[in-house]
C-alpha cells in the first residue's frame, strides 16, 4: 500500500494504480478490466500492455491511451513519484485511510489520493451548500456545524467557497474532524484551497480527492466528486441551496445511496433557499431544524446538556481540549476510548483532559474514567 505506513505497492496495487491513471478509465471500465483478468489486475503487470490491450474491454480512445505505456509498473511508479512530490498518500479500498462507508457505493473509485490523517471510525454527516447563499447565513453555517461537531459527528463537504467552507471551519472551531472532497487533483487546488489547506492540516482535516496528479478540475469533475461527499457520509443535509445548485447533486446522489436526507427550511422569498424548499415539498428531504435532526439522522445521542455558563467556560478552551469534549459525554470513558475517539495524540490528549477538568467540564472517575458535566 501507499499510505501511512509504506510507499510500497503490491502487484495489484500497481496494476490498479496505473490503469486509474489512465485518462477515460472509471470505475467501471476498472471492474470489466478486472474480470478481463480473471479478478486479478496483477497479471497484466509483467505482461506488455500491447500483448493485452487489443482484447481488453476499454474504450478505442482508453485503448489508444494505453499503448503509450509499455508497461503498468513504471506509470504506477510515476504517479506514486508525483504523489510525493505533492506530499499525498494514496489509500486503497478497503485499507484503514479509506473512508469504509465509501466502499459498498456503486461507482466508487477504487483508490483515493488524500493529505492529511482520517481518524477512528465515526459518524459523519455531509453538509453542503451554495457558494453564495443569504446574507447572514455563513456565520449561522459555521455555529451550526461546529453543534453537529461537539457531538462527535465528523463533517464531510467540498471545501468550496460560501456554505461548504464555513461548515468545515465550524466542525475545526469545534476540534472535531473534518473531511474535504476536491474536484481536481491536490496537486492542482485553486488559490483559495490551496490557502484553506494549511489550516486543515494543521488542525486535523483531510483532504479527499479521486483524482490522479495533474488533473485539473472542471465542469465534469465537480458533479463527480459530490457522489464521494453523499458516499462517505451517514446522512447529508443541504443547508442552503438555489434550485441550480451543485448542493443538490450531493442530495441527489445521497438519495440513490440509501443515505437520509436532511434540508434546512428557508424563507419562501429567498430563491437562495428555493433548491432547499423544493426537496422538502417533493418528499426528496426530510426538514431539519435543529442539530438533534443531524444526531439522530446518523444515529448519534450525544447525551449531554450545556449547563448554564458552559458556553463562556468552552470559548476559550483550545482546540485540543475541544476535541476530547467532543468525544466524551455522560457515560464515563476510559483514556484509550477518548483516545480512540479523537485526532490528538497521547500527550496532547493528557493536556486536553487536564485542561477540561480545571474548567469545571470533566470530571475524573477512579480507574482514569472520564465524564463531560
Not at 472551531?173 to 487533483?185: I, K
Not at 463562556?312 to 469534549?325: I, M, P, Q, T
Request: with cysteine.
Amino acid at each position: 500500500m501507499a499510505d501511512a505506513e509504506t510507499d510500497s505497492l503490491t502487484a495489484e496495487q500497481q496494476a490498479c494504480l496505473a490503469l486509474w491513471a489512465v485518462p477515460g478509465l472509471g470505475p467501471r471500465t476498472l471492474a470489466a478490466l478486472r474480470v478481463y483478468a480473471d479478478e486479478h489486475l496483477s497479471s497484466l503487470v509483467s505482461t506488455p500492455v500491447r500483448d493485452w490491450v487489443s482484447e481488453a474491454p476499454v474504450s478505442p480512445q482508453a485503448r489508444r491511451r494505453l499503448l503509450s505505456v509499455e508497461r503498468l509498473a513504471p506509470l504506477a511508479e510515476q504517479v506514486l513519484e508525483a504523489c510525493r512530490a505533492g506530499e499525498m498518500k494514496v489509500a486503497f479500498a478497503g485499507q484503514r485511510a479509506f473512508p469504509e462507508r465509501l466502499r459498498d457505493v456503486v461507482d466508487a473509485p477504487p483508490l483515493l489520493f488524500y493529505r492529511g490523517q482520517p481518524g477512528a471510525p465515526r459518524r459523519r454527516v455531509a453538509m453542503v451548500g451554495s457558494r453564495r447563499p443569504d446574507q447572514g447565513f455563513l456565520p449561522f453555517a459555521r455555529a451550526f456545524a461546529r453543534q453537529v461537531a461537539e457531538g462527535g459527528v465528523g463533517v464531510v463537504s467540498g471545501a468550496a467557497v460560501g456554505v461548504d467552507r464555513a461548515c468545515h471551519w465550524g466542525a475545526l472551531d469545534a476540534g472535531g474532524e473534518t473531511w474535504a472532497f476536491l474536484g481536481s487533483a491536490l496537486d492542482v487546488l485553486d488559490p483559495a484551497q490551496a490557502g484553506l489547506l494549511p489550516h486543515f492540516l494543521e488542525r486535523g482535516g483531510v483532504f479527499f480527492s479521486e483524482l490522479p496528479p495533474g488533473v485539473r478540475a472542471s465542469t465534469s469533475t465537480f458533479p463527480r466528486r459530490n457522489r464521494l461527499i453523499s458516499g462517505a457520509s451517514d446522512a447529508v443535509l443541504v443547508l442552503r441551496a438555489g434550485v441550480e445548485s451543485g448542493s443538490l447533486y450531493t442530495a441527489r446522489a445521497g438519495r440513490a445511496q440509501g443515505r437520509t436526507v436532511l434540508a434546512m427550511p428557508g424563507d419562501v422569498r429567498q430563491g437562495g433557499a428555493a433548491g432547499c424548499n423544493a426537496l422538502l415539498r417533493e418528499g426528496h428531504a426530510s426538514a431539519c431544524l435543529d442539530v438533534k435532526d443531524v444526531w439522530r439522522a446518523v444515529g448519534v445521542d450525544p447525551g449531554w446538556m450545556v449547563a448554564p455558563g458552559a458556553e463562556d467556560s468552552r470559548a476559550g478552551l483550545s482546540v485540543e481540549a475541544r476535541g476530547a469534549y467532543a468525544v466524551l459525554d455522560r457515560i464515563p470513558r476510559t483514556f484509550d476510548e477518548v483516545l480512540a475517539g479523537s485526532t490528538l495524540t497521547p500527550a496532547a490528549l493528557v493536556g486536553a483532559l487536564v485542561e477540561l477538568e480545571m474548567t469545571g467540564l470533566v470530571i475524573q472517575h477512579p480507574g482514569r474514567l472520564y465524564e463531560k458535566i
